[in-house]
């Protein structure tokens, strides 16, 4: 089994940053992928990043590209999320995931965190 657990929401103005933290812990040896969604009350759980747990390579969704970055540290077993240029459609309740197979997809990843939310106000 594997235990995810979130840390770095909380209020920020429109404009402004924050750095979201996933942290890793139990048999992860076959998640080879680290994700981020998002979710929004009545909404269906939105894709935000991924990274692969072995090369690095990372894919964003269209509303966040440029503007998010994820990140991986091996020696942690953590994997963050770090947000700029806050806009107030990014409010949400935020959920690390990590999964076997790199897909964009919720339903694919296997293990999640408890959420966290992010408040952005303008």
């Known amino acids: 089994q594997v235990q995810l657990v979130e840390s770095g929401g909380g209020l920020v103005q429109a404009g402004g940053s924050l750095r979201l933290s996933c942290a890793a812990s139990?048999?992860?040896?076959?998640?080879?992928?680290m994700g981020w969604f998002r979710q929004t009350p009545g909404k269906e759980r939105e894709f935000v990043a991924i990274i692969s747990r072995s090369n690095g390579r990372t894919t964003y969704a269209d509303s966040v590209k440029g503007r998010f970055t994820i990140s991986r540290d091996h020696v942690k077993n953590t994997w963050y999320l770090q947000m700029s240029s806050l806009k107030s459609e990014d409010t949400a309740v935020y959920y690390c995931?990590?999964?076997?197979?790199?897909?964009?997809?919720?339903?694919?990843?296997?293990?999640w965190g408890q959420g966290t939310q992010v408040t952005v106000s303008s």
């Open positions: 995931a990590a999964g076997r197979n790199f897909l964009t997809i919720a339903g694919a990843f296997e293990y």
């Open positions: 139990g048999r992860t040896f076959s998640t080879n992928a």
